[in-house]
Structure formats: structure tokens, C-alpha cells
């Protein structure tokens, strides 16, 4: 099974410190013609398509990382357009064309973002139906588990997990993803993982613990339901584009840049730049306007108002290109 391990955060034993500043890498931002290149050429798409893959200037630069930063840790070559249909990913068909979420434990404290808003934020973003299944029996699975020697709180071992997915994995899904508000970590030597996936599986398992401000003794305020679903939409969505086959952007700021902290976490934006918004439509095939409108919807609803108007106004350019000042 190739597992893929997502982010992996300090204090770590001394061993996997070594190993990641090993891979210190110098990383330069792209040049516009380099991000343009990775786009591909668009002359032959539908109008509306050509125009969501349009950057002008809606989409931010990716910045020098800082030494913490993810691309200071990770040699990361960045994955083309034409380098992803290559690859030959995975793709939804007639039969594998659900996404199902199984929630792994409790899922009703009020810290929980709600799994009913999660899956209309996942349906939307995917446009696939989305299935929530009933809560899974930990006892019959036989998960190992164990308190974290750092954190005290207790933890999931992420191999026993897919494993248990891998035999769940109903007939009609493109991929099974396991949720949960308990802490993970991939093997006794390490600290901990925010998540874990087997993309060719098509599974995964990804936690919201440490997305919740109380995780780090912080104390809530009325905008922390808020934030917690809205860090969880993130990296729901950020782990599902994986199952795709859809790998870490280094082209612009994007859902899908890699992330070694909370705070880099943070400033990701819920959004795809147009280099992976064309991966992941060439995937799924659907019409961009509509899947924008549905994501407007959602964002309103979920008073994320800085991406609800972002939206607008790339529906607005969309629909009207020359009516906008910027006509780059
Ligand atoms: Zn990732
Ligand atoms: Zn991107």
C-alpha cells in the first residue's frame, strides 16, 4: 500500500528533525510565464472555462517561505497540468462516483465542526454526491491507540485505520474518508500527523483536533465554531484533491500548497488557482460557473465572507470579461 503521510509538525524525535532539515530547499516563485506554462494552453476550451483559468491578478503569488514554512522543508518540483493528466490519476466514472466521509468517534461536542455543513461544503467543491455514514465502531475494528507522551491526550494509529477503511470501501465510491476529532499519529516514534492517505486505496483519515483552538489551551470565542469549520473544509478538501491525484502547488497561493503549521494552514485560501482548478475539472467534468455558484451559496451560509467574495468576483469576470478594469 503507498501511503502518503500529509504534515507532520514539532517537537519530533531527533531522528525526523535530521531528516527535515536535510531536505532544506531553496525555493524560487514561479515567473508569470512559468505559471502560465503550468496552466497549459486553454484556446481550445469552452469560453467560460478559458475564463476561470484566466489568473489577471485574483490570484496572490506564492511568497518566499519562511524557515518554518513547508517549502523550506520539502523539495517540492510542482506538477504541471500536462504533468498531471500524464499521470494517469484516478478519476470518478459511472461506478466510483460518490465520496463518503465516515466520522471515527465522537463528532457531536460543541468544538465539532457539523458533519451536515461539511458535507454540503464537500458536495459543492467536488460537485459529487456526498454520503456521511453512520458513526464506526472503534471496538471491532481494533484500533491501537495511545496517549500521546507530549500531549496526553489520546491518539489513533493511522495504519489501523486504512486497513479498516480499505474493507469498508463501498462498491460506488471514488474514495472513503475517514474523519475524526481525536488526534492521530503514523508510528510509535512520531509526535503526530494531521492525516494520512492511500490514494491509489482511494482511502484516507484525516483529524480536526489540533485545528481547535481548546487543543492548545486557548479559550473559545463566538468565532471559533466558525474557524474550526472552516479549517476543517480546508483540509477536507486540500486531502480529497490528493485522492485525485492532484499533488502540492508551488504555482500560486492555493488549497493545495503544502502546509507544515497551523498558521500556514491558515493562510491557505479555500480556493484552487487555476492550475489545479483545470486539474480538478478535467476530473470531474463539470461546468466551473455552476460549481462557483454552489460554493458561493455555501460560503454565505457559512459566513466565510472573504472567499464568498472572492467568488463574486470571479463569477463577475467570468460572466462579463471585458466589463472588469483588469483585461490582463
Ligand atoms: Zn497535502
Ligand atoms: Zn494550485
Excluded at 497549459?40 to 517561505?65: H, K, S, Y
Excluded at 460554493?295 to 472567499?307: I, K, Q, S, T, V
Aim: glycine share 6%; charged share 25%; proline share 8%.
Amino acid at each position: 500500500m503507498r501511503i502518503v503521510s500529509t504534515v507532520l509538525l514539532m517537537p519530533v524525535p531527533a531522528g525526523i528533525i535530521l531528516l527535515v532539515s536535510a531536505m532544506a530547499s531553496q525555493f524560487t516563485p514561479p515567473t508569470r510565464a512559468q505559471q502560465l506554462a503550468a496552466i497549459g494552453l486553454t484556446t481550445a476550451l469552452p469560453q467560460p472555462l478559458q475564463r476561470a483559468l484566466e489568473p489577471r491578478d485574483d490570484f496572490q503569488p506564492i511568497l518566499e517561505p519562511e524557515p518554518s514554512d513547508w517549502l523550506r522543508n520539502h523539495i517540492e518540483l510542482g506538477q504541471t497540468f500536462d504533468q498531471f493528466t500524464r499521470s494517469r490519476p484516478n478519476r470518478p466514472d459511472n461506478h466510483r462516483r460518490k465520496l463518503y466521509l465516515q466520522p471515527l468517534g465522537r463528532f457531536n461536542g460543541s468544538d465539532a465542526p457539523s458533519l451536515d455543513q461539511l458535507r454540503r461544503f464537500t458536495a459543492a467543491f467536488f460537485m459529487m454526491e456526498v454520503v456521511v455514514l453512520p458513526p464506526a465502531d472503534w471496538a471491532q475494528n481494533r484500533i491501537t491507540s495511545r496517549q500521546n507522551p507530549w500531549t496526553g491526550q489520546e491518539q489513533f494509529l493511522t495504519g489501523d485505520i486504512l486497513k479498516a477503511l480499505q474493507t469498508r470501501l463501498p462498491n460506488d465510491a471514488f474514495a472513503l474518508l475517514g474523519i475524526t476529532m481525536t488526534d492521530l499519529y503514523p508510528e510509535p516514534s512520531w509526535n503526530f500527523v494531521f492525516g494520512q492517505a492511500s490514494p491509489r486505496d482511494r482511502v484516507g483519515v484525516y483529524s480536526f483536533a489540533r485545528y481547535d483552538p481548546k487543543f492548545y489551551g486557548q479559550r473559545p470565542t463566538v468565532d471559533t465554531r466558525k474557524l474550526m469549520l472552516l479549517r476543517s473544509c480546508k483540509v477536507l478538501a486540500h486531502e480529497t484533491c490528493h485522492m485525485f491525484g492532484i499533488e502540492h502547488c508551488v504555482w500560486f497561493r492555493c488549497l493545495m500548497n503544502g502546509s507544515n503549521h497551523l498558521a500556514e494552514s491558515d493562510a491557505r485560501p479555500l480556493h484552487l488557482c487555476p492550475v489545479d482548478l483545470r486539474k480538478l475539472q478535467w476530473s470531474i467534468g463539470v461546468d466551473v460557473v455552476e460549481r462557483y455558484r454552489r460554493l458561493l451559496d455555501f460560503h454565505r451560509d457559512a459566513g466565510f465572507e472573504d472567499e464568498a467574495r472572492w467568488l463574486e468576483k470571479r463569477l463577475r469576470f467570468i460572466a462579463a470579461p471585458n466589463g472588469g478594469r483588469n483585461t490582463r
